[in-house]
């Protein structure tokens, strides 16, 4: 497994095998962001491969570049050089619709906030995701899913009528609703208390083990402990 730099490794790397083929692989990113005459290198160079199994953790101070490589990773925004693969598939440098085909087929996005529709309910939030990925809304049921994250009770509940800890784990519903091979999450237990974090981890580290990919950007000391590697950036650089 390569990065630009030194990554350094917080477990045995229990779950993953150096021969898997990488579900995800960033090659030389870089990202620039140019405002009248001002230039901002949001990345430089940043490059990784995650293989089935492994929980990857993005660290680093605000501004570094963490949601920046978590977007061009998910094709939510497109790099200025270099490329992203996704389960052997191009997803940079493609016109848009090939980009959330790609995405809708392959990856599942978790942010902090704003990953349901306010308008609709949780279980119709997770049948909208499938339906955007070209799945037929009666051939699936979200019950099994809504009940593996403990939620089951709470499917017909608009997210505004939902707590901190249910909205995460229904944002995480969303996330998975395709079984996607990638799960890309941008700080997903920054608003969260301890016990809830905790278990959201739990759901991330269990979707590694089954075979995925998982990439976690976050400031959190625990997100950091349970992940099988962690990645640094500083300044839109890979650092040891």
Not at 83 to 110: D, F, K, N, W, Y
Request: proline share 5%.
């Amino acid at each position: 497994m390569t990065t630009s730099a030194t990554a350094l490794d917080t477990t045995a790397g229990y779950g993953r095998s150096t021969n898997d083929v990488p579900l995800l692989e960033a090659d030389s990113l870089y990202r620039f962001f140019r405002v009248d005459d001002d230039e901002t290198l949001a990345l430089q160079g940043v490059s990784l491969q995650v293989v089935p199994g492994e929980l990857v953790a993005v660290a680093g101070p605000s501004g570094s570049g963490k949601s920046t490589l978590l977007a061009c990773l998910a094709g939510l925004d497109e790099p200025s050089g270099g490329t992203v693969r996704v389960a052997g598939h191009r997803i940079s440098h493609q016109p848009e619709p090939v980009r959330a085909r790609l995405r809708a087929r392959h990856i599942g996005v978790l942010f902090q906030s704003d990953n349901l529709f306010g308008h609709l309910t949780v279980a119709q939030n997770i049948l909208l995701a499938r339906t955007l990925a070209g799945h037929r809304r009666s051939s699936w049921n979200p019950a099994e899913l809504l009940a593996d994250l403990g939620i089951a009770r709470r499917s017909r509940a608009l997210p505004a009528q939902l707590s901190g800890g249910e909205s995460a784990r229904a944002g995480l519903a969303v996330a998975l609703a395709n079984d996607p091979v990638v799960v890309i999450a941008d700080e997903p237990t920054g608003e969260l208390d301890s016990v809830t974090e905790g278990r959201l981890l739990d759901l991330l580290v269990d979707r590694a083990r089954s075979g995925r990919a998982v990439v976690v950007a976050s400031h959190s000391p625990e997100v950091i402990r349970r992940a099988d590697r962690v990645i640094t950036l500083l300044d839109g650089r890979v650092v040891a």
